[in-house]
C-alpha cells in the first residue's frame, strides 16, 4: 500500500478523505492485505468445497405476508415525494 493506490482507491470509491483519514485507510487495508496472504498460503488440498461451514440440512422458513402500512401511510413523514416514492439527493455525480 502506498498514498498513490489509496488516493485512487477513494478517488474510485468517490469518497473525499483528509489526510489522516488516508494514513488510517492504508494502515487497515495493508492488514487486509496481511491477512489474506496469511490465507493464501494455507494448504486446503485436502478440503472438500462448501457452500456453508455447517454441516445438514437447514430448513427455510416460509414466506409470508403480513399486513403492513399503505404507501400513502409510509409516505406522509417524508421530507419530499415524487409519484408516490421517496425522492433522495443524487448518491453519483455525473461528469
Do not use: W
Amino acid at each position: 500500500m502506498n498514498d498513490n493506490l489509496t488516493q485512487g482507491l477513494s478517488k474510485l470509491c468517490n469518497i473525499a478523505l483528509t489526510d489522516e483519514e488516508a494514513e488510517k485507510m492504508q494502515i487497515e487495508l495493508e492488514k487486509i492485505i496481511n491477512f489474506m496472504k496469511k490465507l493464501a498460503e494455507l494448504d486446503t488440498d485436502d478440503l472438500n468445497e462448501m457452500s456453508h461451514p455447517f454441516e445438514g440440512v437447514f430448513p427455510l422458513r416460509e414466506d409470508k405476508t403480513e399486513p403492513s402500512y399503505s404507501r400513502e401511510e409510509m409516505l406522509k413523514n417524508a421530507k419530499n415525494t415524487e409519484n408516490g416514492c421517496y425522492r433522495v439527493p443524487k448518491a453519483i455525480k455525473e461528469k
